[in-house]
């Protein structure tokens, strides 16, 4: 009677210690509920944006829409037609580019943070490491060649310019998944304003 009792808790550990094994082994879908997940984490920078309590915060309108209507009066536009960006460094020069531009810039795209990137998975970056904008070589673009959310942020940036960009899916590729992007995805953007071409 002693054996059965004691085969019967060695049974039932071993079970257990199986069912515990597997949801430790369970792999973490990362980018379950990733529409929603990607909603809330732009609704929370855009609270403290809105508090900006450092000082260094912007908001930018999607270049697309009117800040004001026919009477001149501020219109408030929804959460995500705005890019958020924390100023990183300052720059010192005194013009913005235009649409037409050409710009230089170094720059790393993530996406949100999640369980297995912390700071976001990085998806596309014109350097390695840390940015040192005397050493990194500069990618160049069309103002009018990027996303919405880019384009909308440099026409805002002068030469020298480091801003955190956060670009609501709306701003970027919306539904459409792209390579390294699932669909509804907001992008992180470490960016550096190096040059404005004419």
């Known amino acids: 009677m002693k054996y059965i009792k004691l085969i019967s808790l060695l049974f ?3 079970i257990g210690c199986l069912f515990a094994s597997c949801e430790e082994t369970a792999e ?3 980018y379950a ?19 900006n309590a450092d ?6 309108l999607s270049f697309k829409l009117n800040e004001k209507d026919m009477e001149g009066n501020i219109v408030e536009h929804d959460i995500d037609d705005y890019v958020y960006c924390h100023i990183e460094t300052q720059g010192t020069g005194t013009e913005y580019p235009l649409f037409t531009d050409t710009v230089s810039v170094n720059y790393r795209g993530r996406l949100i943070p999640t369980l297995s990137y912390p700071e976001g998975k990085v998806f596309d970056q014109s350097y390695k490491g840390a940015l040192n904008p005397a050493v ?7 103002v009018n060649g ?3 959310g880019w384009s909308s942020v440099l026409q805002q940036m002068v030469t020298g310019d480091t801003w955190r960009v956060y670009i609501p899916a709306n701003l970027a590729y919306k ?24």
């Not at 909603?39 to 944006?49: C, G, H, N, R, Y």
């Not at 000082?55 to 930018?60: A, D, F, T």
């Not at 990194?136 to 069309?142: A, E, Y």
């Not at 539904?175 to 071409?197: E, G, H, M, R």
């Open 55 to 60: 000082g260094k915060w912007l908001r930018v």
């Open 175 to 198: 539904s459409a998944k792209q390579t390294n992007i699932p669909a509804y995805s907001a992008l992180i953007f470490d960016i550096n304003l190096v040059k404005i071409t004419h």
């Open 28 to 30: 973490v879908d990362e």
């Open 12 to 14: 039932i550990t071993t």
């Open 33 to 51: 509920n990733w529409q929603e997940r990607n909603t809330e984490f732009i609704d929370s920078i855009a609270k403290v944006a809105k508090a």
């Open 146 to 148: 990027v996303i919405i």
């Open 136 to 142: 990194n070589v500069p990618s160049r673009f069309n």
